[in-house]
Each structure stands twice: as C-alpha cells, then as structure tokens.
C-alpha cells in the first residue's frame, strides 16, 4: 500500500488544482455601513453550459490513517466546499497523465478554509477529520456527462490502494491528528487532578480543618 505524505493546504502547492477559500489570501473592504468586512471573489467560478448552483452536503466522519482508492472530476464546471461549521477536512488532489489521475497530494485544511477546485481537476471525496459534516457546494448544474470517476485498483498499473498516515509533513502542530493522542489528554486530566486537590485543601484550611475531603478519600469501614 503506498502511504501519502499530509500537507498543510497552502496556495503554493494548491493552486494549479483551485482556489483556498479563507479570510488569509486577502484584505477585506467594508461594507454595510461599516459593519460587514467583504473578502471579494475569492474563488474563480468556470461552468460550460449550464448554470451555477448552490447545494448542501452531508458527509461522515473519517478517520487517520485513511484509505482510499477513488477519485473523481468534472468536465463541465469547478466545485466548491465550504464547511459550514468551520471543520477540518483531507483534500486530495492528483495531476492527469493520459486521461487518468496520477500522483496524488494530500492536504489537511485548517478550521473554516474551504477550497475550490478549477474545472476538469482529479480529486478525492469529501473527507472531514473532527466530526460529520455540512459542507456548502457550488457547483455546475444541468443536462449533460458532469462527473468522471476512476477506482485505482481497476487499472493494473495503480494496482495498490492509498494510505494517508498518521504521520504530517509541513502541518502546524494542532494542524496534524498526530498530537491527539492520549498522552496530551491524560497529562491534562493528571493536572486538573493535581489542581482540584489543591483547592480542596484550601477549602479545608478556610473552614477550620474539618479535613472531610480527607474523609472522602479514607475507605469505609465495616459496621
């Protein structure tokens, strides 16, 4: 099985495949009376005939390491997601050589980027990383053959599925699952035990010395 390297989205690497859609690649203007800052077209639109239209995806939780052996493109307009709680997801893009996707990267959003992919451009399904998702789309709608997929393991050459693994390159450390393990949680939770104890001391001290969170601790005796 070939494992995938997981890059933080940046428009370096990005943009032959599309557009980042966040409020980081621009400077806004104000708008309603000064109430509203606008970061204007932020993503370049192309349908052929047809029209723009705007759905809502539902998409299930995946988790790290992720297999995945299916890709996807549409030759009649670009797609774009945009997550409408704000959550992380795995964007999976591919160069096309021969007609076919070949030579995948794998991208890791921040909270609250979406992305849009330019017309004709192979990429993954939608894979959010925190939890189940709603993702906003704009997409083409109308009559006409809009979506070419391709399954890796029907082909001889692309034989092996393909991992993206727990291991990131280039992410932000609260970028990569990787730091959510449960090492970080339990110290925290060995901490707030630490700290509560404390408190319950200087409660004790405060009304006199009663010592009843010692009490709390002791073991019962037998009647």
């Keep these: 099985m070939k494992e995938l390297k997981l890059y933080q989205l940046n428009i370096d690497q ?4 599309g557009d980042i859609i ?4 621009q400077l806004p203007f104000e708008i309603n009376n000064g109430n509203c800052f606008r970061y204007n077209n932020l993503a ?3 349908f052929n005939k047809g029209q723009a239209g705007i759905s809502l995806f539902k998409s299930k939780k995946i988790t790290l390491p992720y297999s995945f052996n299916f890709m996807e493109k549409h030759p009649l307009g670009s797609q774009a997601f945009i997550p409408v709680f704000g959550c992380r997801f795995i964007v999976i893009v591919a160069n096309e050589v021969n007609g076919l996707p070949s030579d995948p990267t794998a991208f890791i959003t921040t909270h609250g980027q979406g992305v849009n992919y330019h017309k004709d451009i192979w990429h993954g399904v939608l894979a959010p990383i925190d939890d189940d ?10 009559d006409g053959n809009y979506l070419v997929s391709f399954i890796f393991d029907s082909y001889d050459r692309m034989s092996e ?4 693994g727990w291991e990131c390159e280039d992410v932000s450390l ?5 730091v959510l393990t449960k090492k970080p949680y339990f110290l925290l939770f060995i901490t707030f035990c630490s700290l509560f104890e404390i408190g319950l001391k200087k409660l004790d001290e405060k009304n006199g010395g009663t010592q009843w969170w010692r009490d709390l601790k002791a073991p019962r005796q037998a009647n």
């Design 14 to 17: 990005f943009e032959p495949f």
């Design 22 to 25: 966040d409020t980081k690649q």
């Design 44 to 46: 370049k639109l192309s």
């Design 133 to 142: 998702a709603i993702f906003t789309v704009i997409d083409w709608i109308g």
């Design 161 to 164: 599925s393909l991992m993206i």
């Design 174 to 178: 609260w970028g990569c699952d990787k």
